[in-house]
């Protein structure tokens, strides 16, 4: 069962960074290298969007349009951690920030996604706020 534990979250004025980090867990034999890892975020009264995603085994990312030049997902082999470094932050930033993990397999071409249906895995959340 894989655990995931995000922090890092909290109050920061406009044009500011955090560095969210995401603690994973749980992974048989240590293949985490076939899981995609993504950051997704949902603010009150809007639907969870997907914000960034990494597939280990090659690092491949993705970001949204909304985040793209201002974020940076990465992914730490040996402490088993994905990071989401975030700069630039404005006020439509602010939302719970959850950490995801799917067992995709291990493709050479893979395109990280953000359908959160399919992670079967996911974090309690880290609150951001980003006020102006």
């Known amino acids: 069962q894989v655990q995931l534990v995000e922090s890092g979250g909290g109050s920061v004025q406009v044009g500011g960074s955090l560095k969210l980090s995401c603690a994973a867990s749980?992974?048989?034999?240590?293949?985490?290298?076939?899981?995609?890892m993504g950051w997704f975020r949902q603010a009150p009264g809007k639907e969870r969007e997907g914000v960034a995603a990494?597939?280990?085994?090659?690092?491949?990312?993705s970001y949204a349009d909304s985040v793209k030049g201002r974020f940076t997902i990465s992914y730490d082999n040996v402490k088993n951690i994905v990071y989401l470094q975030m700069n630039g932050l404005k006020p439509e930033d602010s939302a719970m920030y959850y950490c995801?993990?799917?067992?995709?397999?291990?493709?050479?071409?893979?395109?990280?996604?953000?359908?959160?249906?399919?992670?079967?895995?996911w974090g309690q959340g880290t609150q951001v706020t980003v006020s102006s």
């Open positions: 995801a993990a799917d067992p995709v397999g291990y493709y050479s071409d893979y395109v990280p996604h953000f359908a959160a249906a399919e992670y079967n895995y």
């Open positions: 990494i597939y280990i085994s090659t690092s491949r990312t």
């Open positions: 749980g992974f048989i034999d240590n293949m985490h290298g076939m899981y995609v």
